[in-house]
């Protein structure tokens, strides 16, 4: 599902209008059996959608201040979902702009997880919407065909626990990938962070 995602739409509907994003970086989660995954531990009322029907939003709040989306995609009761890290904005641009005025160029609008949601102005009334649906104010459309030898896998971005899987997929030579990052240790005894 993870490699099927790249270069296809991402679309969202708001009052303000329109918003579609190329999506050109993905990372997959696999629930129960991958301690990255936020349905690792079971099932909470915070990751309940990944729980459910494939092909729905789980859209979750994280530090404190950031809206990320995920796609489900494994049969119910089976958490699994795929978080769109990265896309280039092909709908909507001066919406993306207004909603990310600190960004350096076009193509770091929806540049990261959260910069994507924010494009999107996606929250967490949108998690749980199916995105297959053309009645849906997010939904997922096919896009530009990706040949397999544009496609590039690696390990995900941010993560200690599992971090030796490669689950990251990006279109290789995609100026709207964003940079990798390993997940910085913790200290313990005086270090910020939950």
Same mark, same amino acid.
């Given at each position: ?83 769109? %890290? /990265? $896309?280039?904005? +092909?709908?909507?641009?001066?919406? #993306?702009?207004?909603? !990310?005025?600190?960004?350096?160029? *076009? ?44 496609? %590039? /896998? $690696?390990?995900? +971005?941010?993560?200690?626990?599992? #971090?030796?899987?490669? !689950?990251?997929?990006?279109?290789? *030579? ?21």
């Amino acid at each position: 599902m993870a490699r099927d995602l790249l270069g296809r739409i991402v679309w969202h509907r708001s009052a303000e209008g329109t918003t579609a994003i190329r999506l050109s970086e993905v990372e997959a989660y696999e629930g129960t059996a991958d301690p990255a995954s936020h349905a690792f531990r079971g099932r909470t009322p915070r990751n309940a959608v990944m729980f459910g029907r494939p092909g729905h939003a789980y859209v979750y709040f994280t530090y404190g201040m950031h809206w990320c989306v995920n796609v489900v995609c494994e049969r119910k009761g089976h958490a699994a979902a795929v978080l769109l %890290r /990265a $896309g280039e904005v +092909v709908q909507g641009v001066e919406l #993306a702009r207004a909603r !990310r005025p600190t960004a350096r160029g *076009d193509r770091q609008l929806a540049r990261g997880p959260a910069n994507l949601a924010r494009c999107l102005a996606l929250t967490g009334a949108d998690s749980g919407r199916d995105l297959a649906s053309g009645r849906s104010l997010l939904w997922v459309s096919a896009g530009d065909a990706v040949r397999q030898d544009q496609v %590039r /896998a $690696g390990p995900r +971005v941010g993560v200690r626990l599992g #971090a030796e899987e490669h !689950r990251r997929y990006w279109l290789s *030579d995609d100026r709207t990938v964003s940079a990798y990052r390993a997940a910085a240790e913790r200290r313990r005894g005086g270090g910020s962070g939950a």
